[in-house]
C-alpha cells in the first residue's frame, strides 16, 4: 500500500485535469486529443482508453480482482483507489469518506459520492486542479448502457443510481465555486446539471 501524504497534496497545483469516467458517450477520439494537454485520470475500465494517462482509479474492490493484472501489464501511470480494503504494494491510497456531502477538503480524504467518477474529482482536487473536464460523465443509460464498453461481466454487474450520484455532484458545485476551482463537463452526453457544458476542444 502506497499511502497518501503530503508529497501528493496540491502536486498538481494550477494544472488542467481531465477524468475521465465510463459513461457511453466516453471516446477514444476524445480520450487521444487529450494526450499531452493535460494531467489525465481514467476512471475504471476507461485505462483501457487512454493506457498513457497519469492516473488510474477505481474505488470498486470487485474491479480490481478483474482487472487488476490488465491494468498492470497495460499501463504506465499511478494506480489509486479510495477503497480500503483491497490494496497492495502497487496501489496508492486515498480513503474516501462516505458521510461527507459535497467536496472534500481535506489533506488525504475524498468524499466518496457512490461511484468512482466522483472520487477520481475528488482526487484531482487533492492534487491541486485548478480546471478540471469532465467526459464520459453521463450520468444516464440514454444509449441502452450505462458504459462506452457495454456492460460488466456478472461479477461486476451493478445497479446504477444516476438520481444519487447527480446529487453528490450537485452538492460539491457550490465547494468548486468557493475554492474556485473550474469544473467543465465536455461529454458528449449528460444528465448532471449546473456545471458549466462545452466542447472540449475549446477548453483544452
Known amino acids: 500500500m502506497i499511502k497518501f501524504d503530503r508529497k501528493y497534496w496540491k502536486r498538481w497545483r494550477g494544472e488542467t485535469v481531465v ?22 485520470i481514467t476512471v475504471n475500465s476507461t485505462y483501457r482508453l487512454a493506457p498513457w494517462a497519469n492516473v488510474h482509479y477505481s474505488s470498486d474492490h470487485d474491479w480490481w480482482n478483474v482487472h487488476f ?20 504494494d ?10 461527507i456531502k459535497g467536496l472534500s477538503n481535506k489533506p488525504g480524504i475524498i468524499s466518496w459520492g457512490g461511484n468512482s467518477g466522483f472520487c477520481a474529482v475528488g482526487l484531482a482536487h487533492q492534487f ?36 444519487k450520484w447527480i446529487d453528490h455532484f450537485t452538492a460539491a458545485y457550490s465547494d468548486f465555486k ?22 472540449l476542444k475549446d477548453v483544452l
Open 19 to 40: 477524468c475521465m469516467a465510463s459513461g457511453p458517450s466516453m471516446t477514444s477520439e476524445d480520450a487521444e486529443y487529450c494526450r499531452y494537454k493535460a494531467k489525465v
Open 69 to 88: 493484472r490488465d491494468i498492470m501489464n497495460t499501463c504506465k501511470g499511478e494506480l489509486w483507489t479510495g477503497y480500503s480494503e483491497y490494496i497492495n
Open 128 to 163: 491541486g486542479a485548478k480546471k478540471i473536464i469532465l467526459l464520459g460523465y453521463d450520468m444516464n443509460d440514454k444509449y441502452g448502457t450505462a458504459h462506452w464498453h457495454g456492460a460488466h461481466e456478472d461479477p461486476l454487474r451493478k445497479d446504477f443510481n444516476f438520481p
Open 178 to 199: 468557493r475554492l474556485g476551482v473550474m469544473v467543465i463537463n465536455c461529454s458528449r452526453e449528460t444528465s448532471l446539471p449546473l456545471y458549466y457544458r462545452a466542447e
Open 90 to 99: 502497487y496501489i496508492h491510497h486515498c480513503p474516501y469518506n462516505k458521510k
